[in-house]
């Protein structure tokens, strides 16, 4: 009996079976920490192009209320900045802060118009959409596909129209301001074909 158990213990072919399930173990580990880091890039590159796009948008509306005088909907950058802003940057603008400068700002608009400058209508907005959106946009809808889908076709609108506006493609890239314009209209499209592709994998 003793000598079956040993004979059975030290078999050739249980102690291959058994090699050959440690491998495939280390293989599938392998492949689940090369996927885990894959993934941990796509997320980091998403986070990264998100503050890439917001800050573009915002850069857009600054050019929109000093140079870029065009018939262009900007006032979409309002929502594409909604949807796009980091969260850091969400919940700060959406808390205390926000709401103090949302004050301010209804207040100077109603008892003091005149000294309200045409330049922070925008920005008072976005303001304003960020403290009062219900949490099924700032929360649900936010991060969702849908948010993305629709800061793609805002991007793809106001590049077509900037385009348009420029006489043509080459003309986008050629005339005072062009390059500048087109480079940020452009970027607002990366993120959101980022994050379809993430989304798709």
């Known amino acids: 009996?003793?000598?079956?158990?040993?004979?059975?213990?030290?078999?050739p072919a249980t102690t291959d079976l058994i090699n050959s399930d440690i491998n495939e173990l280390k293989i599938a580990a392998t492949r689940l920490i090369s996927h885990a880091a894959t993934l941990g890039?796509?997320?980091?590159?998403?986070?990264?192009l998100k503050w890439v796009a917001s800050f573009a948008a915002i850069y857009l509306l600054i050019l929109d209320r000093?140079?870029?005088?065009?018939?262009?909907?900007?006032?979409?950058?309002?929502?594409y900045i909604f949807?796009?802003?980091?969260?850091?940057?969400?919940?700060?603008?959406?808390?205390e802060f926000g709401?103090?400068?949302?004050?301010?700002?209804?207040?100077?608009?109603l008892?003091?118009?005149?000294?309200f400058p045409d330049w922070l209508e925008l920005p008072g907005s976005l303001i304003l959409l960020l403290v009062v959106a219900p949490s099924f946009f700032s929360h649900t809808l936010r991060d969702s596909f849908v948010g993305v889908l629709l800061c793609l076709l805002i991007g793809c609108y106001l590049l077509?129209?900037?385009i348009r506006a420029s006489g043509g493609f080459r003309n986008s890239f050629t005339q005072t301001h062009?390059?500048?314009n087109t480079v940020g209209i452009i970027l607002l499209l990366v993120f959101p074909i980022w994050s379809l592709v993430v989304h798709v994998l």
Do not use: C, E
Request: proline fraction near 4%; charge should be positive.
């Open 160 to 162: 077509q129209q900037h």
């Open 178 to 180: 062009g390059i500048s």
């Open 41 to 48: 890039g796509l997320g980091f590159g998403t986070s990264f």
């Open 111 to 115: 008892f003091f118009p005149r000294h």
């Open 83 to 95: 949807f796009s802003l980091p969260s850091v940057l969400f919940h700060f603008l959406s808390g």
């Open 66 to 79: 000093t140079n870029w005088k065009t018939n262009m909907l900007t006032s979409l950058l309002i929502p």
């Open 99 to 109: 709401k103090w400068v949302a004050f301010i700002a209804v207040v100077l608009r």
């Open 1 to 11: 009996m003793g000598r079956d158990y040993l004979a059975m213990k030290t078999d």
